[in-house]
T-cell receptor
Framework: LAKTTQPISMDSYEGQEVNITCSHNNIATNDYITWYQQFPSQGPRFIIQ???TKVTNEVASLFIPADRKSSTLSLPRVSLSDTAVYYCLVVLSNSGYALNFGKGTSLLVT | DSGVTQTPKHLITATGQRVTLRCSPR?????VYWYQQSLDQGLQFLIQYYNGEERAKGNILERFSAQQFPDLHSELNLSSLELGDSALYFCASSVSYLALGVENTEAFFGQGTRLTVV
């Protein structure tokens, strides 16, 4: 399983764009990159998934450079309600293993 | 609302006791995943069931067991409880038999059961 590294915490102000970068240096050819969001005392919620280049949905964008050794989750114009923990997951595409989420990035928006 | 229902929401019990946590997956989802979240460990994968069969096993203790019934609901049984078992236990469901994070395997999490062992 690819190991991921992300900042423990980040602060932002309302209306700002927030970029959270995840490093996954040993990502395998078939690995996808997935981000989940978790609010306090709630279960995680799927945000976005990508394989390469850029993916955008109504919530966020995911930027993946050509070497795929990192990825950046971009949250446009954050609000107070975006305060949450954000998890980056990288899993072998054919793996039968569900993985541990790690500790994620705690984003505080004020 | 994710469509995944977990009961009970809160549980307080004494050391040495046994408890059962219940999870009803979203309609149509065949996979159920159990996760444990404690303050210092983050979200740890315990076990996955797919259509009644054990699919994958993670960091699940021998004192813990799970099963998935024909109606697809799942139960996580925790026995000989210790103080360190106090945590949030989440259940997630998916249509896929694959692991979370695999292509197109979006999982939906319940609100969790907060277990306090005293």
């Amino acid at each position: 399983l690819a190991k991921t590294t992300q900042p423990i915490s980040m602060d932002s102000y309302e209306g700002q764009e927030v970029n959270i970068t995840c490093s996954h240096n040993n990502i395998a050819t078939n690995d996808y990159i997935t981000w989940y969001q978790q609010f306090p005392s709630q279960g995680p919620r799927f945000i976005i998934q990508g394989y390469k280049t850029k993916v955008t949905n109504e919530v966020a964008s995911l930027f993946i450079p050509a070497d795929r050794k990192s990825s950046t989750l971009s949250l446009p114009r954050v609000s107070l309600s975006d305060t949450a923990v954000y998890y980056c997951l990288v899993v072998l595409s054919n793996s039968g293993y569900a993985l541990n989420f790690g500790k994620g990035t705690s984003l505080l928006v004020t | 609302d994710s469509g995944v229902t977990q009961t009970p929401k809160h549980l307080i019990t004494a050391t040495g006791q046994r408890v059962t946590l219940r999870c009803s997956p979203r309609s149509g989802d065949l996979s159920v995943y159990w996760y444990q979240q404690s303050l210092d460990q983050g979200l740890q994968f315990l076990i996955q069931y797919y259509n009644g069969e054990e699919r994958a096993k993670g960091n699940i203790l021998e004192r813990f067991s799970a099963q998935q019934f024909p109606d697809l609901h799942s139960e996580l049984n925790l026995s000989s409880l210790e103080l360190g078992d106090s945590a949030l236990y989440f259940c997630a469901s998916s249509v896929s038999y694959l692991a979370l994070g695999v292509e197109n395997t979006e999982a939906f999490f319940g609100q969790g059961t907060r277990l306090t062992v005293v």
